[in-house]
């Protein structure tokens, strides 16, 4: 059946114009609100509860990348509907349940695949994608009602050896590549490559995920009878990871923030000081906007910023990872003031330029647009390696924020509720090495604190 395809977006915001109507209510008033459509076939209308089309307001920045985007996610997510209803109906073309328990786990995986695409984000639709290489290459010629937890075992166990299999490959065609272009008279000096790296136990997990998640659909359309995924040995041989904990140490925390005090005024600084002194995710930083700081200028209360959303795929969204994400955090004075200079810095540069400095303004970021997090990755490797601390990452700082506050003998639960964790004994577990004992003396505390004349007593004899 022809998939379904949305017309030319309608600018509903022209036509409102025309008509001296006021301007749709929307979040981001930067933003354009066009109509979509989606006209059904008449075979396809019974499908959709006899519709003959299917309409959705967006607001977009821009037509050429957030317009389209949001146009391919309604045509995808309709698509996808629109399959779903056709199996369940048995119609014709739509497969049967023996010939879906039949079909080959790789080709099974990579349906699934596709029809999460535009439902989900286009990050989790990338990683699956590698995931099913794996499978593919493994196991992916099993029927899906023959395959068994040991051939879900033989698939993870082969994920090392086929990621050190495709590195050699590409490290082997990339050197290919550079004795081509030295043959052609190209002899510019370029790097020695990289070393391969090889997926582990944190790739592994994933891939064991990933097969769970197709089974448990197919158990749940009523292809198979039961998980095999789901098996306890596999839980247990194939346990998930602990993150890289890699905080910088006291002195070096000392000495990375002298230098990232004698930056100049300007999104770098502004970002570093940011993420060092809250302790918040990268990817919530570059999400921050201008009203989510409250500056404490002219009264006794700390500085705080509100976190309430993150970066995805180059635009900000409403945080979506949990409740507890959804914070407010303190700043030091120090900081503060920088955040307060770029703030008033940026309404000077957006007035020459003809622009108002709004509450939904980006803090980091040119004109109306969030600055980009791989832009902020490059200029942060070229700074890091000059200040004598090459190879440490962005999220490091947030570590080094959880692991010098526990040391210095914060409460486990504030720190974990600035860090957002969604509960106290995930933060424990991951930084209890960092926390210092507190059993020394306690004897004498406990009962000294009782009957301290017993402990005088004891100490004198």
């Known amino acids: 059946m022809q998939p379904l395809k949305c017309d030319k977006p309608y600018n509903l915001d022209e036509a409102a114009a025309r008509r001296g109507a006021k301007r749709r209510k929307r979040k981001d008033s930067r933003t354009t609100a066009y109509e979509l459509t989606i006209r059904i076939p008449e075979g396809s209308r019974r499908y959709f509860g006899g519709k003959k089309k299917l309409t959705r307001v967006v607001f977009a920045l821009n037509k050429k990348v957030d317009l389209k985007g949001q146009a391919k996610a309604f045509e995808d997510e309709k698509n996808a509907e629109l399959e779903l209803a056709l199996e369940a109906d048995g119609n014709a073309g739509a497969l049967g349940s023996s010939a879906w328990a039949a079909m080959p786990f790789g080709e099974y995986a990579a349906r699934y695949v596709e029809r999460r695409v535009g439902s989900v984000a286009k990050a989790t639709s990338d990683n699956e994608r590698r995931y099913l290489q794996y499978v593919k290459a493994s196991i992916g010629e099993v029927p899906l009602k023959k395959l068994t937890a040991e051939d879900v075992e033989r698939c993870v166990l082969a994920v090392p050896r086929l990621s050190e299999e495709w590195a050699n490959e590409r490290q082997r065609m990339l050197e290919e590549n550079r004795a081509r272009l030295v043959r052609e008279g190209n002899r510019r000096y370029k790097k020695p490559l990289a070393p391969i790296r090889v997926a582990g136990p944190a790739m592994q997990n994933?891939?064991?995920?990933?097969?769970?998640?197709?089974?448990?659909?197919?158990?749940?359309?009523?292809?198979?009878?039961?998980?095999?995924?789901?098996?306890?040995?596999?839980?247990?041989?194939?346990?998930?990871?602990?993150?890289?904990?890699?905080?910088?140490?006291?002195?070096?925390?000392?000495?990375?923030?002298?230098?990232?005090?004698?930056?100049?005024?300007?999104?770098?600084?502004?970002?570093?000081?940011?993420?060092?002194?809250?302790?918040?995710?990268?990817?919530?930083?570059?999400?921050?906007?201008?009203?989510?700081?409250?500056?404490?200028?002219?009264?006794?209360?700390?500085?705080?910023?509100?976190?309430?959303?993150?970066?995805?795929?180059?635009?900000?969204?409403?945080?979506?990872?949990?409740?507890?994400?959804?914070?407010?955090?303190?700043?030091?004075?120090?900081?503060?003031?920088?955040?307060?200079?770029?703030?008033?810095?940026?309404?000077?540069?957006?007035?020459?330029?003809?622009?108002?400095?709004?509450?939904?303004?980006?803090?980091?970021?040119?004109?109306?647009?969030?600055?980009?997090?791989?832009?902020?990755?490059?200029?942060?490797?070229?700074?890091?390696?000059?200040?004598?601390?090459?190879?440490?990452?962005?999220?490091?700082?947030?570590?080094?924020?959880?692991?010098?506050?526990?040391?210095?003998?914060?409460?486990?639960?504030?720190?974990?509720?600035?860090?957002?964790?969604?509960?106290?004994?995930?933060?424990?577990?991951?930084?209890?090495?960092?926390?210092?004992?507190?059993?020394?003396?306690?004897?004498?505390?406990?009962?000294?604190?009782?009957?301290?004349?017993?402990?005088?007593?004891?100490?004198a004899a």
């Open 206 to 459: 994933k891939v064991l995920k990933f097969v769970r998640e197709v089974l448990n659909e197919a158990l749940d359309r009523e292809h198979i009878a039961r998980n095999v995924a789901k098996k306890r040995f596999l839980s247990k041989a194939f346990k998930k990871n602990r993150p890289l904990i890699d905080p910088l140490m006291e002195d070096e925390a000392e000495r990375f923030l002298h230098e990232a005090s004698m930056l100049p005024l300007g999104m770098m600084k502004v970002a570093v000081l940011l993420l060092f002194s809250t302790g918040m995710r990268p990817e919530e930083v570059f999400a921050l906007r201008v009203g989510s700081f409250a500056d404490s200028r002219g009264s006794d209360d700390d500085a705080q910023v509100r976190i309430v959303a993150a970066l995805r795929d180059g635009r900000i969204e409403r945080y979506t990872k949990s409740d507890s994400s959804m914070r407010t955090v303190p700043l030091d004075s120090y900081t503060a003031s920088v955040v307060r200079q770029w703030i008033e810095e940026k309404r000077r540069l957006l007035a020459e330029a003809g622009l108002v400095l709004k509450d939904s303004t980006p803090i980091l970021g040119r004109a109306g647009a969030p600055w980009n997090y791989n832009s902020f990755r490059h200029d942060w490797r070229r700074w890091v390696r000059k200040i004598g601390f090459e190879g440490i990452r962005p999220y490091a700082l947030r570590h080094t924020f959880a692991t010098i506050n526990l040391a210095h003998g914060e409460n486990v639960k504030t720190v974990s509720v600035l860090l957002g964790h969604a509960d106290a004994s995930y933060t424990l577990d991951l930084y209890v090495g960092f926390i210092p004992s507190t059993t020394r003396g306690l004897g004498n505390r406990y009962v000294g604190g009782i009957a301290p004349k017993l402990i005088e007593r004891a100490k």
